[in-house]
T-cell receptor, first 113, second 113 residues
Framework: DAGVIQSPRHEVTEMGQEVTLRCKPI?????LFWYRQTMMRGLELLIY????????DSGMPEDRFSAKMPNASFSTLKIQPSEPRDSAVYFC???????????FGPGTRLTVL | TQLLEQSPQFLSIQEGENLTVYCNSS?????LQWYRQEPGEGPVLLVT?????EVKKLKRLTFQFGDARKDSSLHITAAQPGDTGLYLC?????????????FGRGTQLTVWP
């Protein structure tokens, strides 16, 4: 079975540009999580969905960040406009339910110049 | 504010040595998870402990959850180069935050042959 799929794996953009990160969770998983990892702050939860509904978005840093889950097999995390301080590795994870083991994707390394 | 503090941040040892990594907090968690992350990949779950005082063994790795469910330790016996990686602990939220994971910054372990 395929694991969590994220695209792109690497993204380099200029400040002010819109960035869209994509995630396909494991089939049959009902919960999806977006995390951000930096050296300074470690791994932080940005938002998570249960059955495609956002449950907790308290980790979303600013209005520049938005996330959607239009169906059970796809989610996006958008940053508009992007800033250099958004540079990080963004991970998507999915689980059977919000209390079960989370399976992480390979991450998207974002660099904002 | 980091809910979970991991120590040491970096650990470099020779093959065959023993080591212990610590994960401490002033908060009580519903569970404590340990992950291992390799470069360019997402974290992979090693173990979940849920009961205060619980000890779990996974081959040469021993995990312990503190009696008060605020801290945990990971002990590796006879470390091998294959154990090299970033070890992350994560505490499970309670009550209104049930389902959330709070990660520490991690311990980067390097085992030299």
């Amino acid at each position: 079975d395929a694991g969590v799929i994220q695209s792109p794996r690497h993204e380099v953009t200029e400040m002010g540009q819109e960035v869209t990160l994509r995630c396909k969770p494991i089939s049959g998983h009902n919960s999806l999580f977006w995390y951000r990892q930096t050296m300074m702050r470690g791994l932080e939860l940005l938002i998570y969905f249960n059955n495609n509904v956002p449950i907790d978005d308290s980790g979303m840093p600013e209005d520049r960040f938005s996330a959607k889950m239009p169906n059970a097999s796809f989610s996006t995390l958008k940053i508009q406009p992007s800033e250099p301080r958004d540079s990080a590795v963004y991970f998507c994870a999915s689980s059977r339910n919000r209390w079960a083991e989370q399976f992480f994707g390979p991450g998207t390394r974002l660099t904002v110049l | 504010t980091q809910l979970l503090e991991q120590s040491p941040q970096f650990l470099s040892i020779q093959e065959g040595e023993n080591l212990t990594v610590y994960c401490n907090s002033s908060s009580v968690f519903s569970s404590l998870q340990w992950y291992r992350q390799e470069p360019g990949e997402g974290p992979v779950l090693l173990v979940t402990v849920v009961t205060g005082g619980e000890v779990k063994k996974l081959k040469r790795l021993t995990f312990q959850f503190g009696d008060a469910r605020k801290d945990s330790s990971l002990h590796i016996t006879a470390a091998q180069p294959g154990d090299t990686g970033l070890y992350l602990c994560a505490g499970g939220g309670r009550g209104s935050t049930l389902g959330r994971l709070y990660f520490g910054r991690g311990t980067q372990l390097t085992v030299w042959p």
